[in-house]
Nanobody, 124 residues
Framework: QVQLVESGGGLVQAGGSLRLSCAAS????????MGWFRQAPHKEREFVAA????????RYADPVKGRFTISRDNTKNTVYLQMNSLKPEDTGVYYC?????????????????WGQGTQVTVSS
C-alpha cells in the first residue's frame, strides 16, 4: 500500500511559477516510478511528467516540455514538479501517482496508486 499526498498548488498569474510536492509513504519509495497528471475543468485527465527509478529517466508531455521539471528526492520520499512560465491552460487539478513496476510511462493504467490532487489556477 502506498499513500500519496500532494501540496504546493495555488493561484498564480500567467508567467509565474509553482512547485508541487508529493510525499509518499507505505512502501520503498526509491523502487518505483512516479508521475504527475492533471485534469482541467470538463476535460479528461492527462499525463504531465514521469520519472523512473534506475535508470532515472524523465518523460514529459509536449505542452510542458521546457517549462516543467520533474525530480525526486528518495531521502525524503518526495517527488516534485517545478512549473515555470505557467499559462492559463495549465489550470487544473494535479495528481501524483505511483507505478510499482517502475515503467514511468504516460498511461494512467500503468499507475497503481494516486493522490487526492492539488488545485493549480493560472490567471491571465
Amino acid at each position: 500500500q502506498v499513500q500519496l499526498v500532494e501540496s504546493g498548488g495555488g493561484l498564480v498569474q500567467a508567467g509565474g511559477s509553482l512547485r508541487l510536492s508529493c510525499a509518499a509513504s507505505g512502501r520503498t519509495f526509491s523502487s518505483y516510478a512516479m508521475g504527475w497528471f492533471r485534469q482541467a475543468p470538463h476535460k479528461e485527465r492527462e499525463f504531465v511528467a514521469a520519472v523512473s527509478w534506475r535508470p532515472s529517466i524523465t518523460r514529459y508531455a509536449d505542452p510542458v516540455k521546457g517549462r516543467f521539471t520533474i525530480s525526486r528526492d528518495n531521502t525524503k520520499n518526495t517527488v516534485y514538479l517545478q512549473m515555470n512560465s505557467l499559462k492559463p491552460e495549465d489550470t487544473g487539478v494535479y495528481y501524483c501517482a505511483a507505478d510499482l513496476a517502475n515503467r514511468g510511462n504516460s498511461w494512467e493504467a500503468d499507475y497503481d496508486y494516486w493522490g487526492q490532487g492539488t488545485q493549480v489556477t493560472v490567471s491571465s
